[in-house]
């Protein structure tokens, strides 16, 4: 397995444009997880879901914040319209409801709003 | 509420010798499950170990090991051997057993700089 894949992995825009993050997760997972990490905060859980509805979404800053799992191979998240204060590493993250229910992260989307 | 707590912010060890990495966590369930996991400087997030609650015998893979103590609600991760590659920031996670969701609740970290 390619593993939980995100796109873009960098992404630069300025204040005010919308932007979205794309994750796949690990096929045949059923959780999915979106993380925001920065310096000052550290790891955060913004939205996770669970086969395809969104569980509990208590940890998105605001409502410029938007996630969407259409379906069990794709997810998105969106910001609009974006804030320096968004300037952050974005992860996606799957799990397996059974067992250990580890979570596999994606590599990221390293995101600037200048 | 469940809570992870990691109180070293940052610590560092020379190359070789053995370096261990306090977390303690709180909750009212029995049966969980904790995790270490690394995150070195190119961000990826990997999974190091992880305990289950019920199981008393301490995991182990290869220089990494846990010292888990349910009464103590405490979960520490020991580098043997430390090398070079182990500079990272660690962190610890706990998943209730009841949980059907997998949702992880993490600590805050601690980065580890192994020096040659």
């Known amino acids: 397995d390619a593993g939980v894949i995100q796109s873009p992995r960098h992404e630069v825009t300025e204040m005010g444009q919308e932007v979205t993050l794309r994750c796949k997760p690990i096929?045949?997972?059923?959780?999915l997880f979106w993380y925001r990490q920065t310096m000052m905060r550290g790891l955060e859980l913004l939205i996770y879901?669970?086969?395809?509805?969104?569980?509990?979404d208590s940890g998105m800053p605001e409502d410029r914040f938007s996630a969407k799992m259409p379906n069990a191979s794709f997810s998105t998240l969106k910001i609009q319209p974006s804030e320096p204060r968004d300037s952050a590493v974005y992860f996606c993250?799957?799990?397996?409801?059974?067992?250990?229910?580890?979570?596999?992260f994606g590599p990221g989307t390293r995101l600037t709003v200048l | 509420a469940q809570t992870v707590t990691q109180s070293q912010p940052e610590m560092s060890v020379q190359e070789a010798e053995t370096v261990t990495l306090s977390c303690t966590y709180d909750?009212?369930?029995?049966?969980?499950?904790l995790f270490w996991y690394k995150q070195p400087p190119s961000r990826q997030m990997i999974l190091v170990i992880r305990?289950?609650?019920?199981?008393?015998q301490n995991a182990t893979e290869n220089r990494f090991s846990v010292n888990f103590q349910k009464a103590a609600k405490s979960f520490s991760l020991k580098i043997s051997d430390s090398q070079l590659g182990d500079t990272a920031m660690y962190f610890c996670?706990?998943?209730?057993?009841?949980?059907?969701?997998?949702?992880?609740?993490f600590g805050q970290g601690t980065t580890l700089q192994v020096k040659p």
């Open positions: 996670a706990f998943r209730g057993g009841s949980s059907n969701t997998g949702k992880l609740i």
């Open positions: 993250a799957s799990s397996l409801n059974q067992g250990y229910n580890e979570q596999f």
């Open positions: 909750t009212s369930e029995n049966n969980y499950y």
């Open positions: 096929s045949g997972h059923n959780s």
């Open positions: 879901f669970n086969n395809n509805v969104p569980i509990d």
């Open positions: 305990q289950e609650a019920y199981k008393q």
